[in-house]
């Protein structure tokens, strides 16, 4: 059906009104399925609607849902958020993680990166020692000079070595 939107006869149900269902929250993903959306939140949540005759919307019930809905991705309280979602024809996937094994995840991979600089420096540091110790076994000395030179009454030698 399409809706003229200078038609009198047309009436409000008609007309898309915007909802404050996400006020004031950051949606970081989302995802379109054939007719049910899935948004996902900073803060890890999920809001769910659409189409939900065959259960995609995740409420526990086959019903459609015409405004967004927060879906439960943790319902024995473990600590999960949900990190991603996927919308299909007539399923939804969505990928879930414990906050804090991210942030052990986080903290591996930074100490990873440390390590790995600290093995980059340690070894810049062993180059520039071995080439100083190169440099100073390997450097060529200087050899003694013998003058044998007698000066003149009231004169002065001089001798410079390089």
Not at 150 to 156: D, F, L, V
Request: aromatic share 6%; charged share 25%; glycine share 10%.
């Amino acid at each position: 059906m399409r809706v003229d939107l200078d038609d009198p006869a047309r009436t409000q149900s008609d007309v898309l009104t915007p909802t404050l269902a996400l006020h004031s929250r950051i949606v970081t993903q989302v995802s379109c399925g054939f007719a049910h959306t899935g948004l996902v939140t900073a803060r890890g949540e999920l809001f769910m609607f659409g189409m939900g005759e065959e259960g995609q919307l995740g409420s526990g019930h086959e019903a459609n849902s015409y405004a967004p809905q927060i879906t439960d991705v943790d319902p024995n309280n473990y600590g999960l958020r949900a990190l991603s979602v996927a919308c299909g024809h007539t399923h939804t996937v969505v990928v879930v993680g414990n906050e804090s094994l991210l942030q052990n995840e986080e903290r591996r991979r930074r100490g990873e990166e440390r390590k790995n600089m600290g093995r980059r420096i340690t070894r810049f540091g062993r180059r520039i020692l071995f080439r100083r110790m190169l440099k100073k076994l390997y450097k060529p000395r200087p050899k003694p000079v013998i003058v044998q030179a007698k000066p003149k009454a009231g004169e002065m030698l001089f001798f410079w070595v390089n």
